[in-house]
C-alpha cells in the first residue's frame, strides 16, 4: 500500500476505538491516541524506505516490517498506552502490506515478514517512486482507492451531522448568510 494510506487507515482506527458505539459495546475496549497510532503506522517504511535506498538491503521490507520485531511490540504494548498505540499502527502497516502482496497475486512476496530468517530469491525492488507507477490499476489498488472513498464519505457525513447539531442548514460555516 502507499505511505499516505497507511496514515490515513492509522487515524481510522484511532477514531473507531474512540468511537461511542465501540465504547459502549466493547467498554475495555483502550481509546489509542492517534498520533501514536501514525507514528507506528509510519515506522517501517521510515526504517525500511532508506535502507533500501541506500543499498543496506536489497529490498524495501526489511527490519521495520519483519515479525521478528514481535516481542519488542509486545512488551511497548504491555507497558505504555502509548507503546499500545504504535504496535497497533505497527500492526496495520504490516498486515495491509501482506495484503496488497497477497491481492496483487504475489503471495510468496509475503515472506518479507520473516526477514531476515526467510526471504525471496526475487524480490520486487521497485523503488518507491516507481513503484506507485507500477501500482495503480492492481487490484489492492482499488481497494485502497476505496478507502480513500470511504474516508471522504466519512469526513463530509460527520461535518454533515455537526452541522445539523449546530442548527445550520448550508450556508457559510460562521452561520451568516453570504453576499447578496
Do not use: C
Not at 1 to 25: D, K, N, W, Y
Amino acid at each position: 500500500m502507499l505511505f499516505p494510506t497507511h496514515l490515513l487507515v492509522a487515524v481510522g482506527v484511532g477514531r473507531l476505538a474512540g468511537h461511542q458505539r465501540v465504547r459502549r459495546r466493547l467498554p475495555s475496549t483502550p481509546t489509542l491516541s492517534a498520533w501514536w497510532l501514525v507514528v507506528g503506522a509510519a515506522l517501517p517504511d521510515v526504517v525500511d524506505k532508506p535502507l533500501g535506498t541506500l543499498g543496506v538491503v536489497d529490498t524495501y521490507h526489511s527490519v521495520g516490517h519483519s515479525l521478528l520485531l514481535v516481542p519488542l511490540a509486545v512488551a511497548l504494548a504491555v507497558r505504555y498506552r502509548r507503546g499500545l498505540a504504535v504496535t497497533v499502527g505497527w500492526g496495520s502497516h504490516l498486515a495491509l502490506d501482506a495484503f496488497h502482496v497477497v491481492a496483487n497475486g504475489r503471495a510468496s512476496d509475503a515472506l518479507f515478514l520473516a526477514w531476515p530468517a526467510l526471504t525471496r530469491s526475487d524480490p520486487l525492488a521497485i523503488p518507491p517512486g516507481e513503484f506507485a507507477r507500477f501500482y495503480a490499476g492492481s487490484p489492492s489498488f482499488y481497494v485502497e482507492l476505496g478507502l480513500w472513498l470511504a474516508a471522504v464519505v466519512v469526513v463530509l457525513r460527520s461535518q454533515s451531522a455537526a452541522d445539523r447539531r449546530d442548527g445550520k442548514k448550508g450556508g457559510r460555516r460562521d452561520g451568516r448568510e453570504g453576499d447578496r
